[in-house]
């Protein structure tokens, strides 16, 4: 009996990248640079903090694992950007949205996304066009960061147009125009040697700024849903079992750096934005969480024709860590109370208001 399911994987592999274009397009619609901006200093240097500790954290990893430099940048891309799914939903179900660190967190996750934007567009031409020389280098980087500020200017200038333009058609047409400027801005790009999931990341950061930012995510979820489960589907199919036995010391390893590393930011972020100990904990163990990001990076070192090893290696890292993420966020409080015997953090005392003699009188007073 032929129990096949699909004789060709090629099917698979391309709605898995139709998954990644969706997943970075509807990244993109759900972040505003404008309310980066907006949302001040403390925002801006805690997601540096963040980026810096954990890339610093990918680097040494990988020249511990003794890879080459491709390897040891798309190892690092992949241990820096946090699951802002997961992340969200953690928030969501501990009831931790109004917590003064709350505000703090995503806005690490919002500079995760920026991140990964013009990494993996400085990466992915590195990686892709198999440039070897400093000046081939530079160049890859160059027209990687070129197409990225190209794409932004020109929707920028061209938006009051864009939005007269889709306010005039129908749903159906709607979601025809903008499939197709998506696959046309991936394709341009990929043209260049950048990850044609740059181009969605860019085209869906455009959108963000337009008026019709509600109804493309509206109209565009149950897209991303289905493409994106086909993307972990046909990850997972890529995937030789009999290696995974060879990238279970490098992801446990990589997820015990990260779950340090991500505790260390954390703490920093959150102390130099003057929060408490208990509060910079809550930071440190909630931005542990790593999902389909690590994977989009993962897949970009297995389109360079880097170690087969980078696939399994972000499987596990990834399921370790989206596991024990939640894990880790929901018993902050006795992780913290652990922590705090050891490194005798004390909770900050109350500041007792001093009382004037003519207020003491006033209060003895019935």
Request: charged share 15%.
């Amino acid at each position: 009996i032929d129990l096949t399911f699909a004789g060709e994987f090629a099917i698979f592999e391309f709605m898995g990248r139709l998954g990644v274009l969706f997943l970075l397009f509807y990244l993109g619609l759900e972040f505003s640079i404008g309310r980066l901006v907006k949302s001040g200093k403390k925002i801006l240097v805690a997601g540096t903090i963040h980026v810096g500790i954990s890339l610093l954290c990918g680097f040494g990893f990988g020249m511990l694992m003794g890879w080459q430099l491709k390897e040891i940048l798309v190892a690092a891309g992949a241990m820096t950007v946090t699951s802002s799914a997961i992340i969200a939903k953690v928030l969501v179900d501990l009831k931790r949205t109004a917590n003064p660190e709350t505000e703090l967190i995503l806005g690490i996750v919002m500079a995760d996304d920026i991140f990964l934007a013009v990494y993996l567009s400085i990466v992915s031409g590195y990686v892709l066009s198999g440039a070897t020389a400093p000046g081939e280098v530079l160049l890859s980087a160059g027209k990687a960061l070129g197409f990225m500020a190209g794409v932004l200017v020109l929707s920028r200038l061209a938006m009051p147009w864009i939005n007269r333009f889709l306010d005039r058609l129908s749903d159906e047409l709607f979601i025809l125009v903008v499939f197709g400027a998506l696959f046309l801005i991936a394709g341009f790009g990929e043209s260049l040697h950048v990850a044609e999931a740059i181009g969605a990341l860019l085209f869906g950061l455009a959108l963000a700024e337009s008026d019709h930012r509600e109804r493309v995510e509206h109209l565009i979820l149950p897209f991303r849903d289905f493409f994106g489960a086909l993307f972990f589907f046909s990850f997972g199919l890529s995937i030789d079992p009999v290696g995974l036995g060879g990238a279970v010391v490098p992801a446990v390893i990589a997820a015990a750096v990260s779950m340090v590393g991500n505790f260390a930011a954390g703490m920093l972020a959150g102390r130099t934005s003057g929060l408490s100990h208990k509060a910079s904990a809550n930071i440190g163990l909630t931005i542990v969480a790593r999902g389909e990001f690590s994977i989009v990076m993962a897949n970009l070192g297995v389109a360079g024709g880097l170690l087969p090893v980078l696939q399994p290696f972000a499987a596990l890292y990834v399921l370790i860590l989206a596991v024990l993420g939640p894990v880790l966020a929901k018993h902050s409080t006795a992780i913290y109370d652990l922590l705090s015997r050891v490194f005798r953090w004390q909770r900050p005392k109350p500041r007792r208001r001093k009382i004037t003699i003519p207020e003491a009188a006033q209060e003895a007073q019935p």
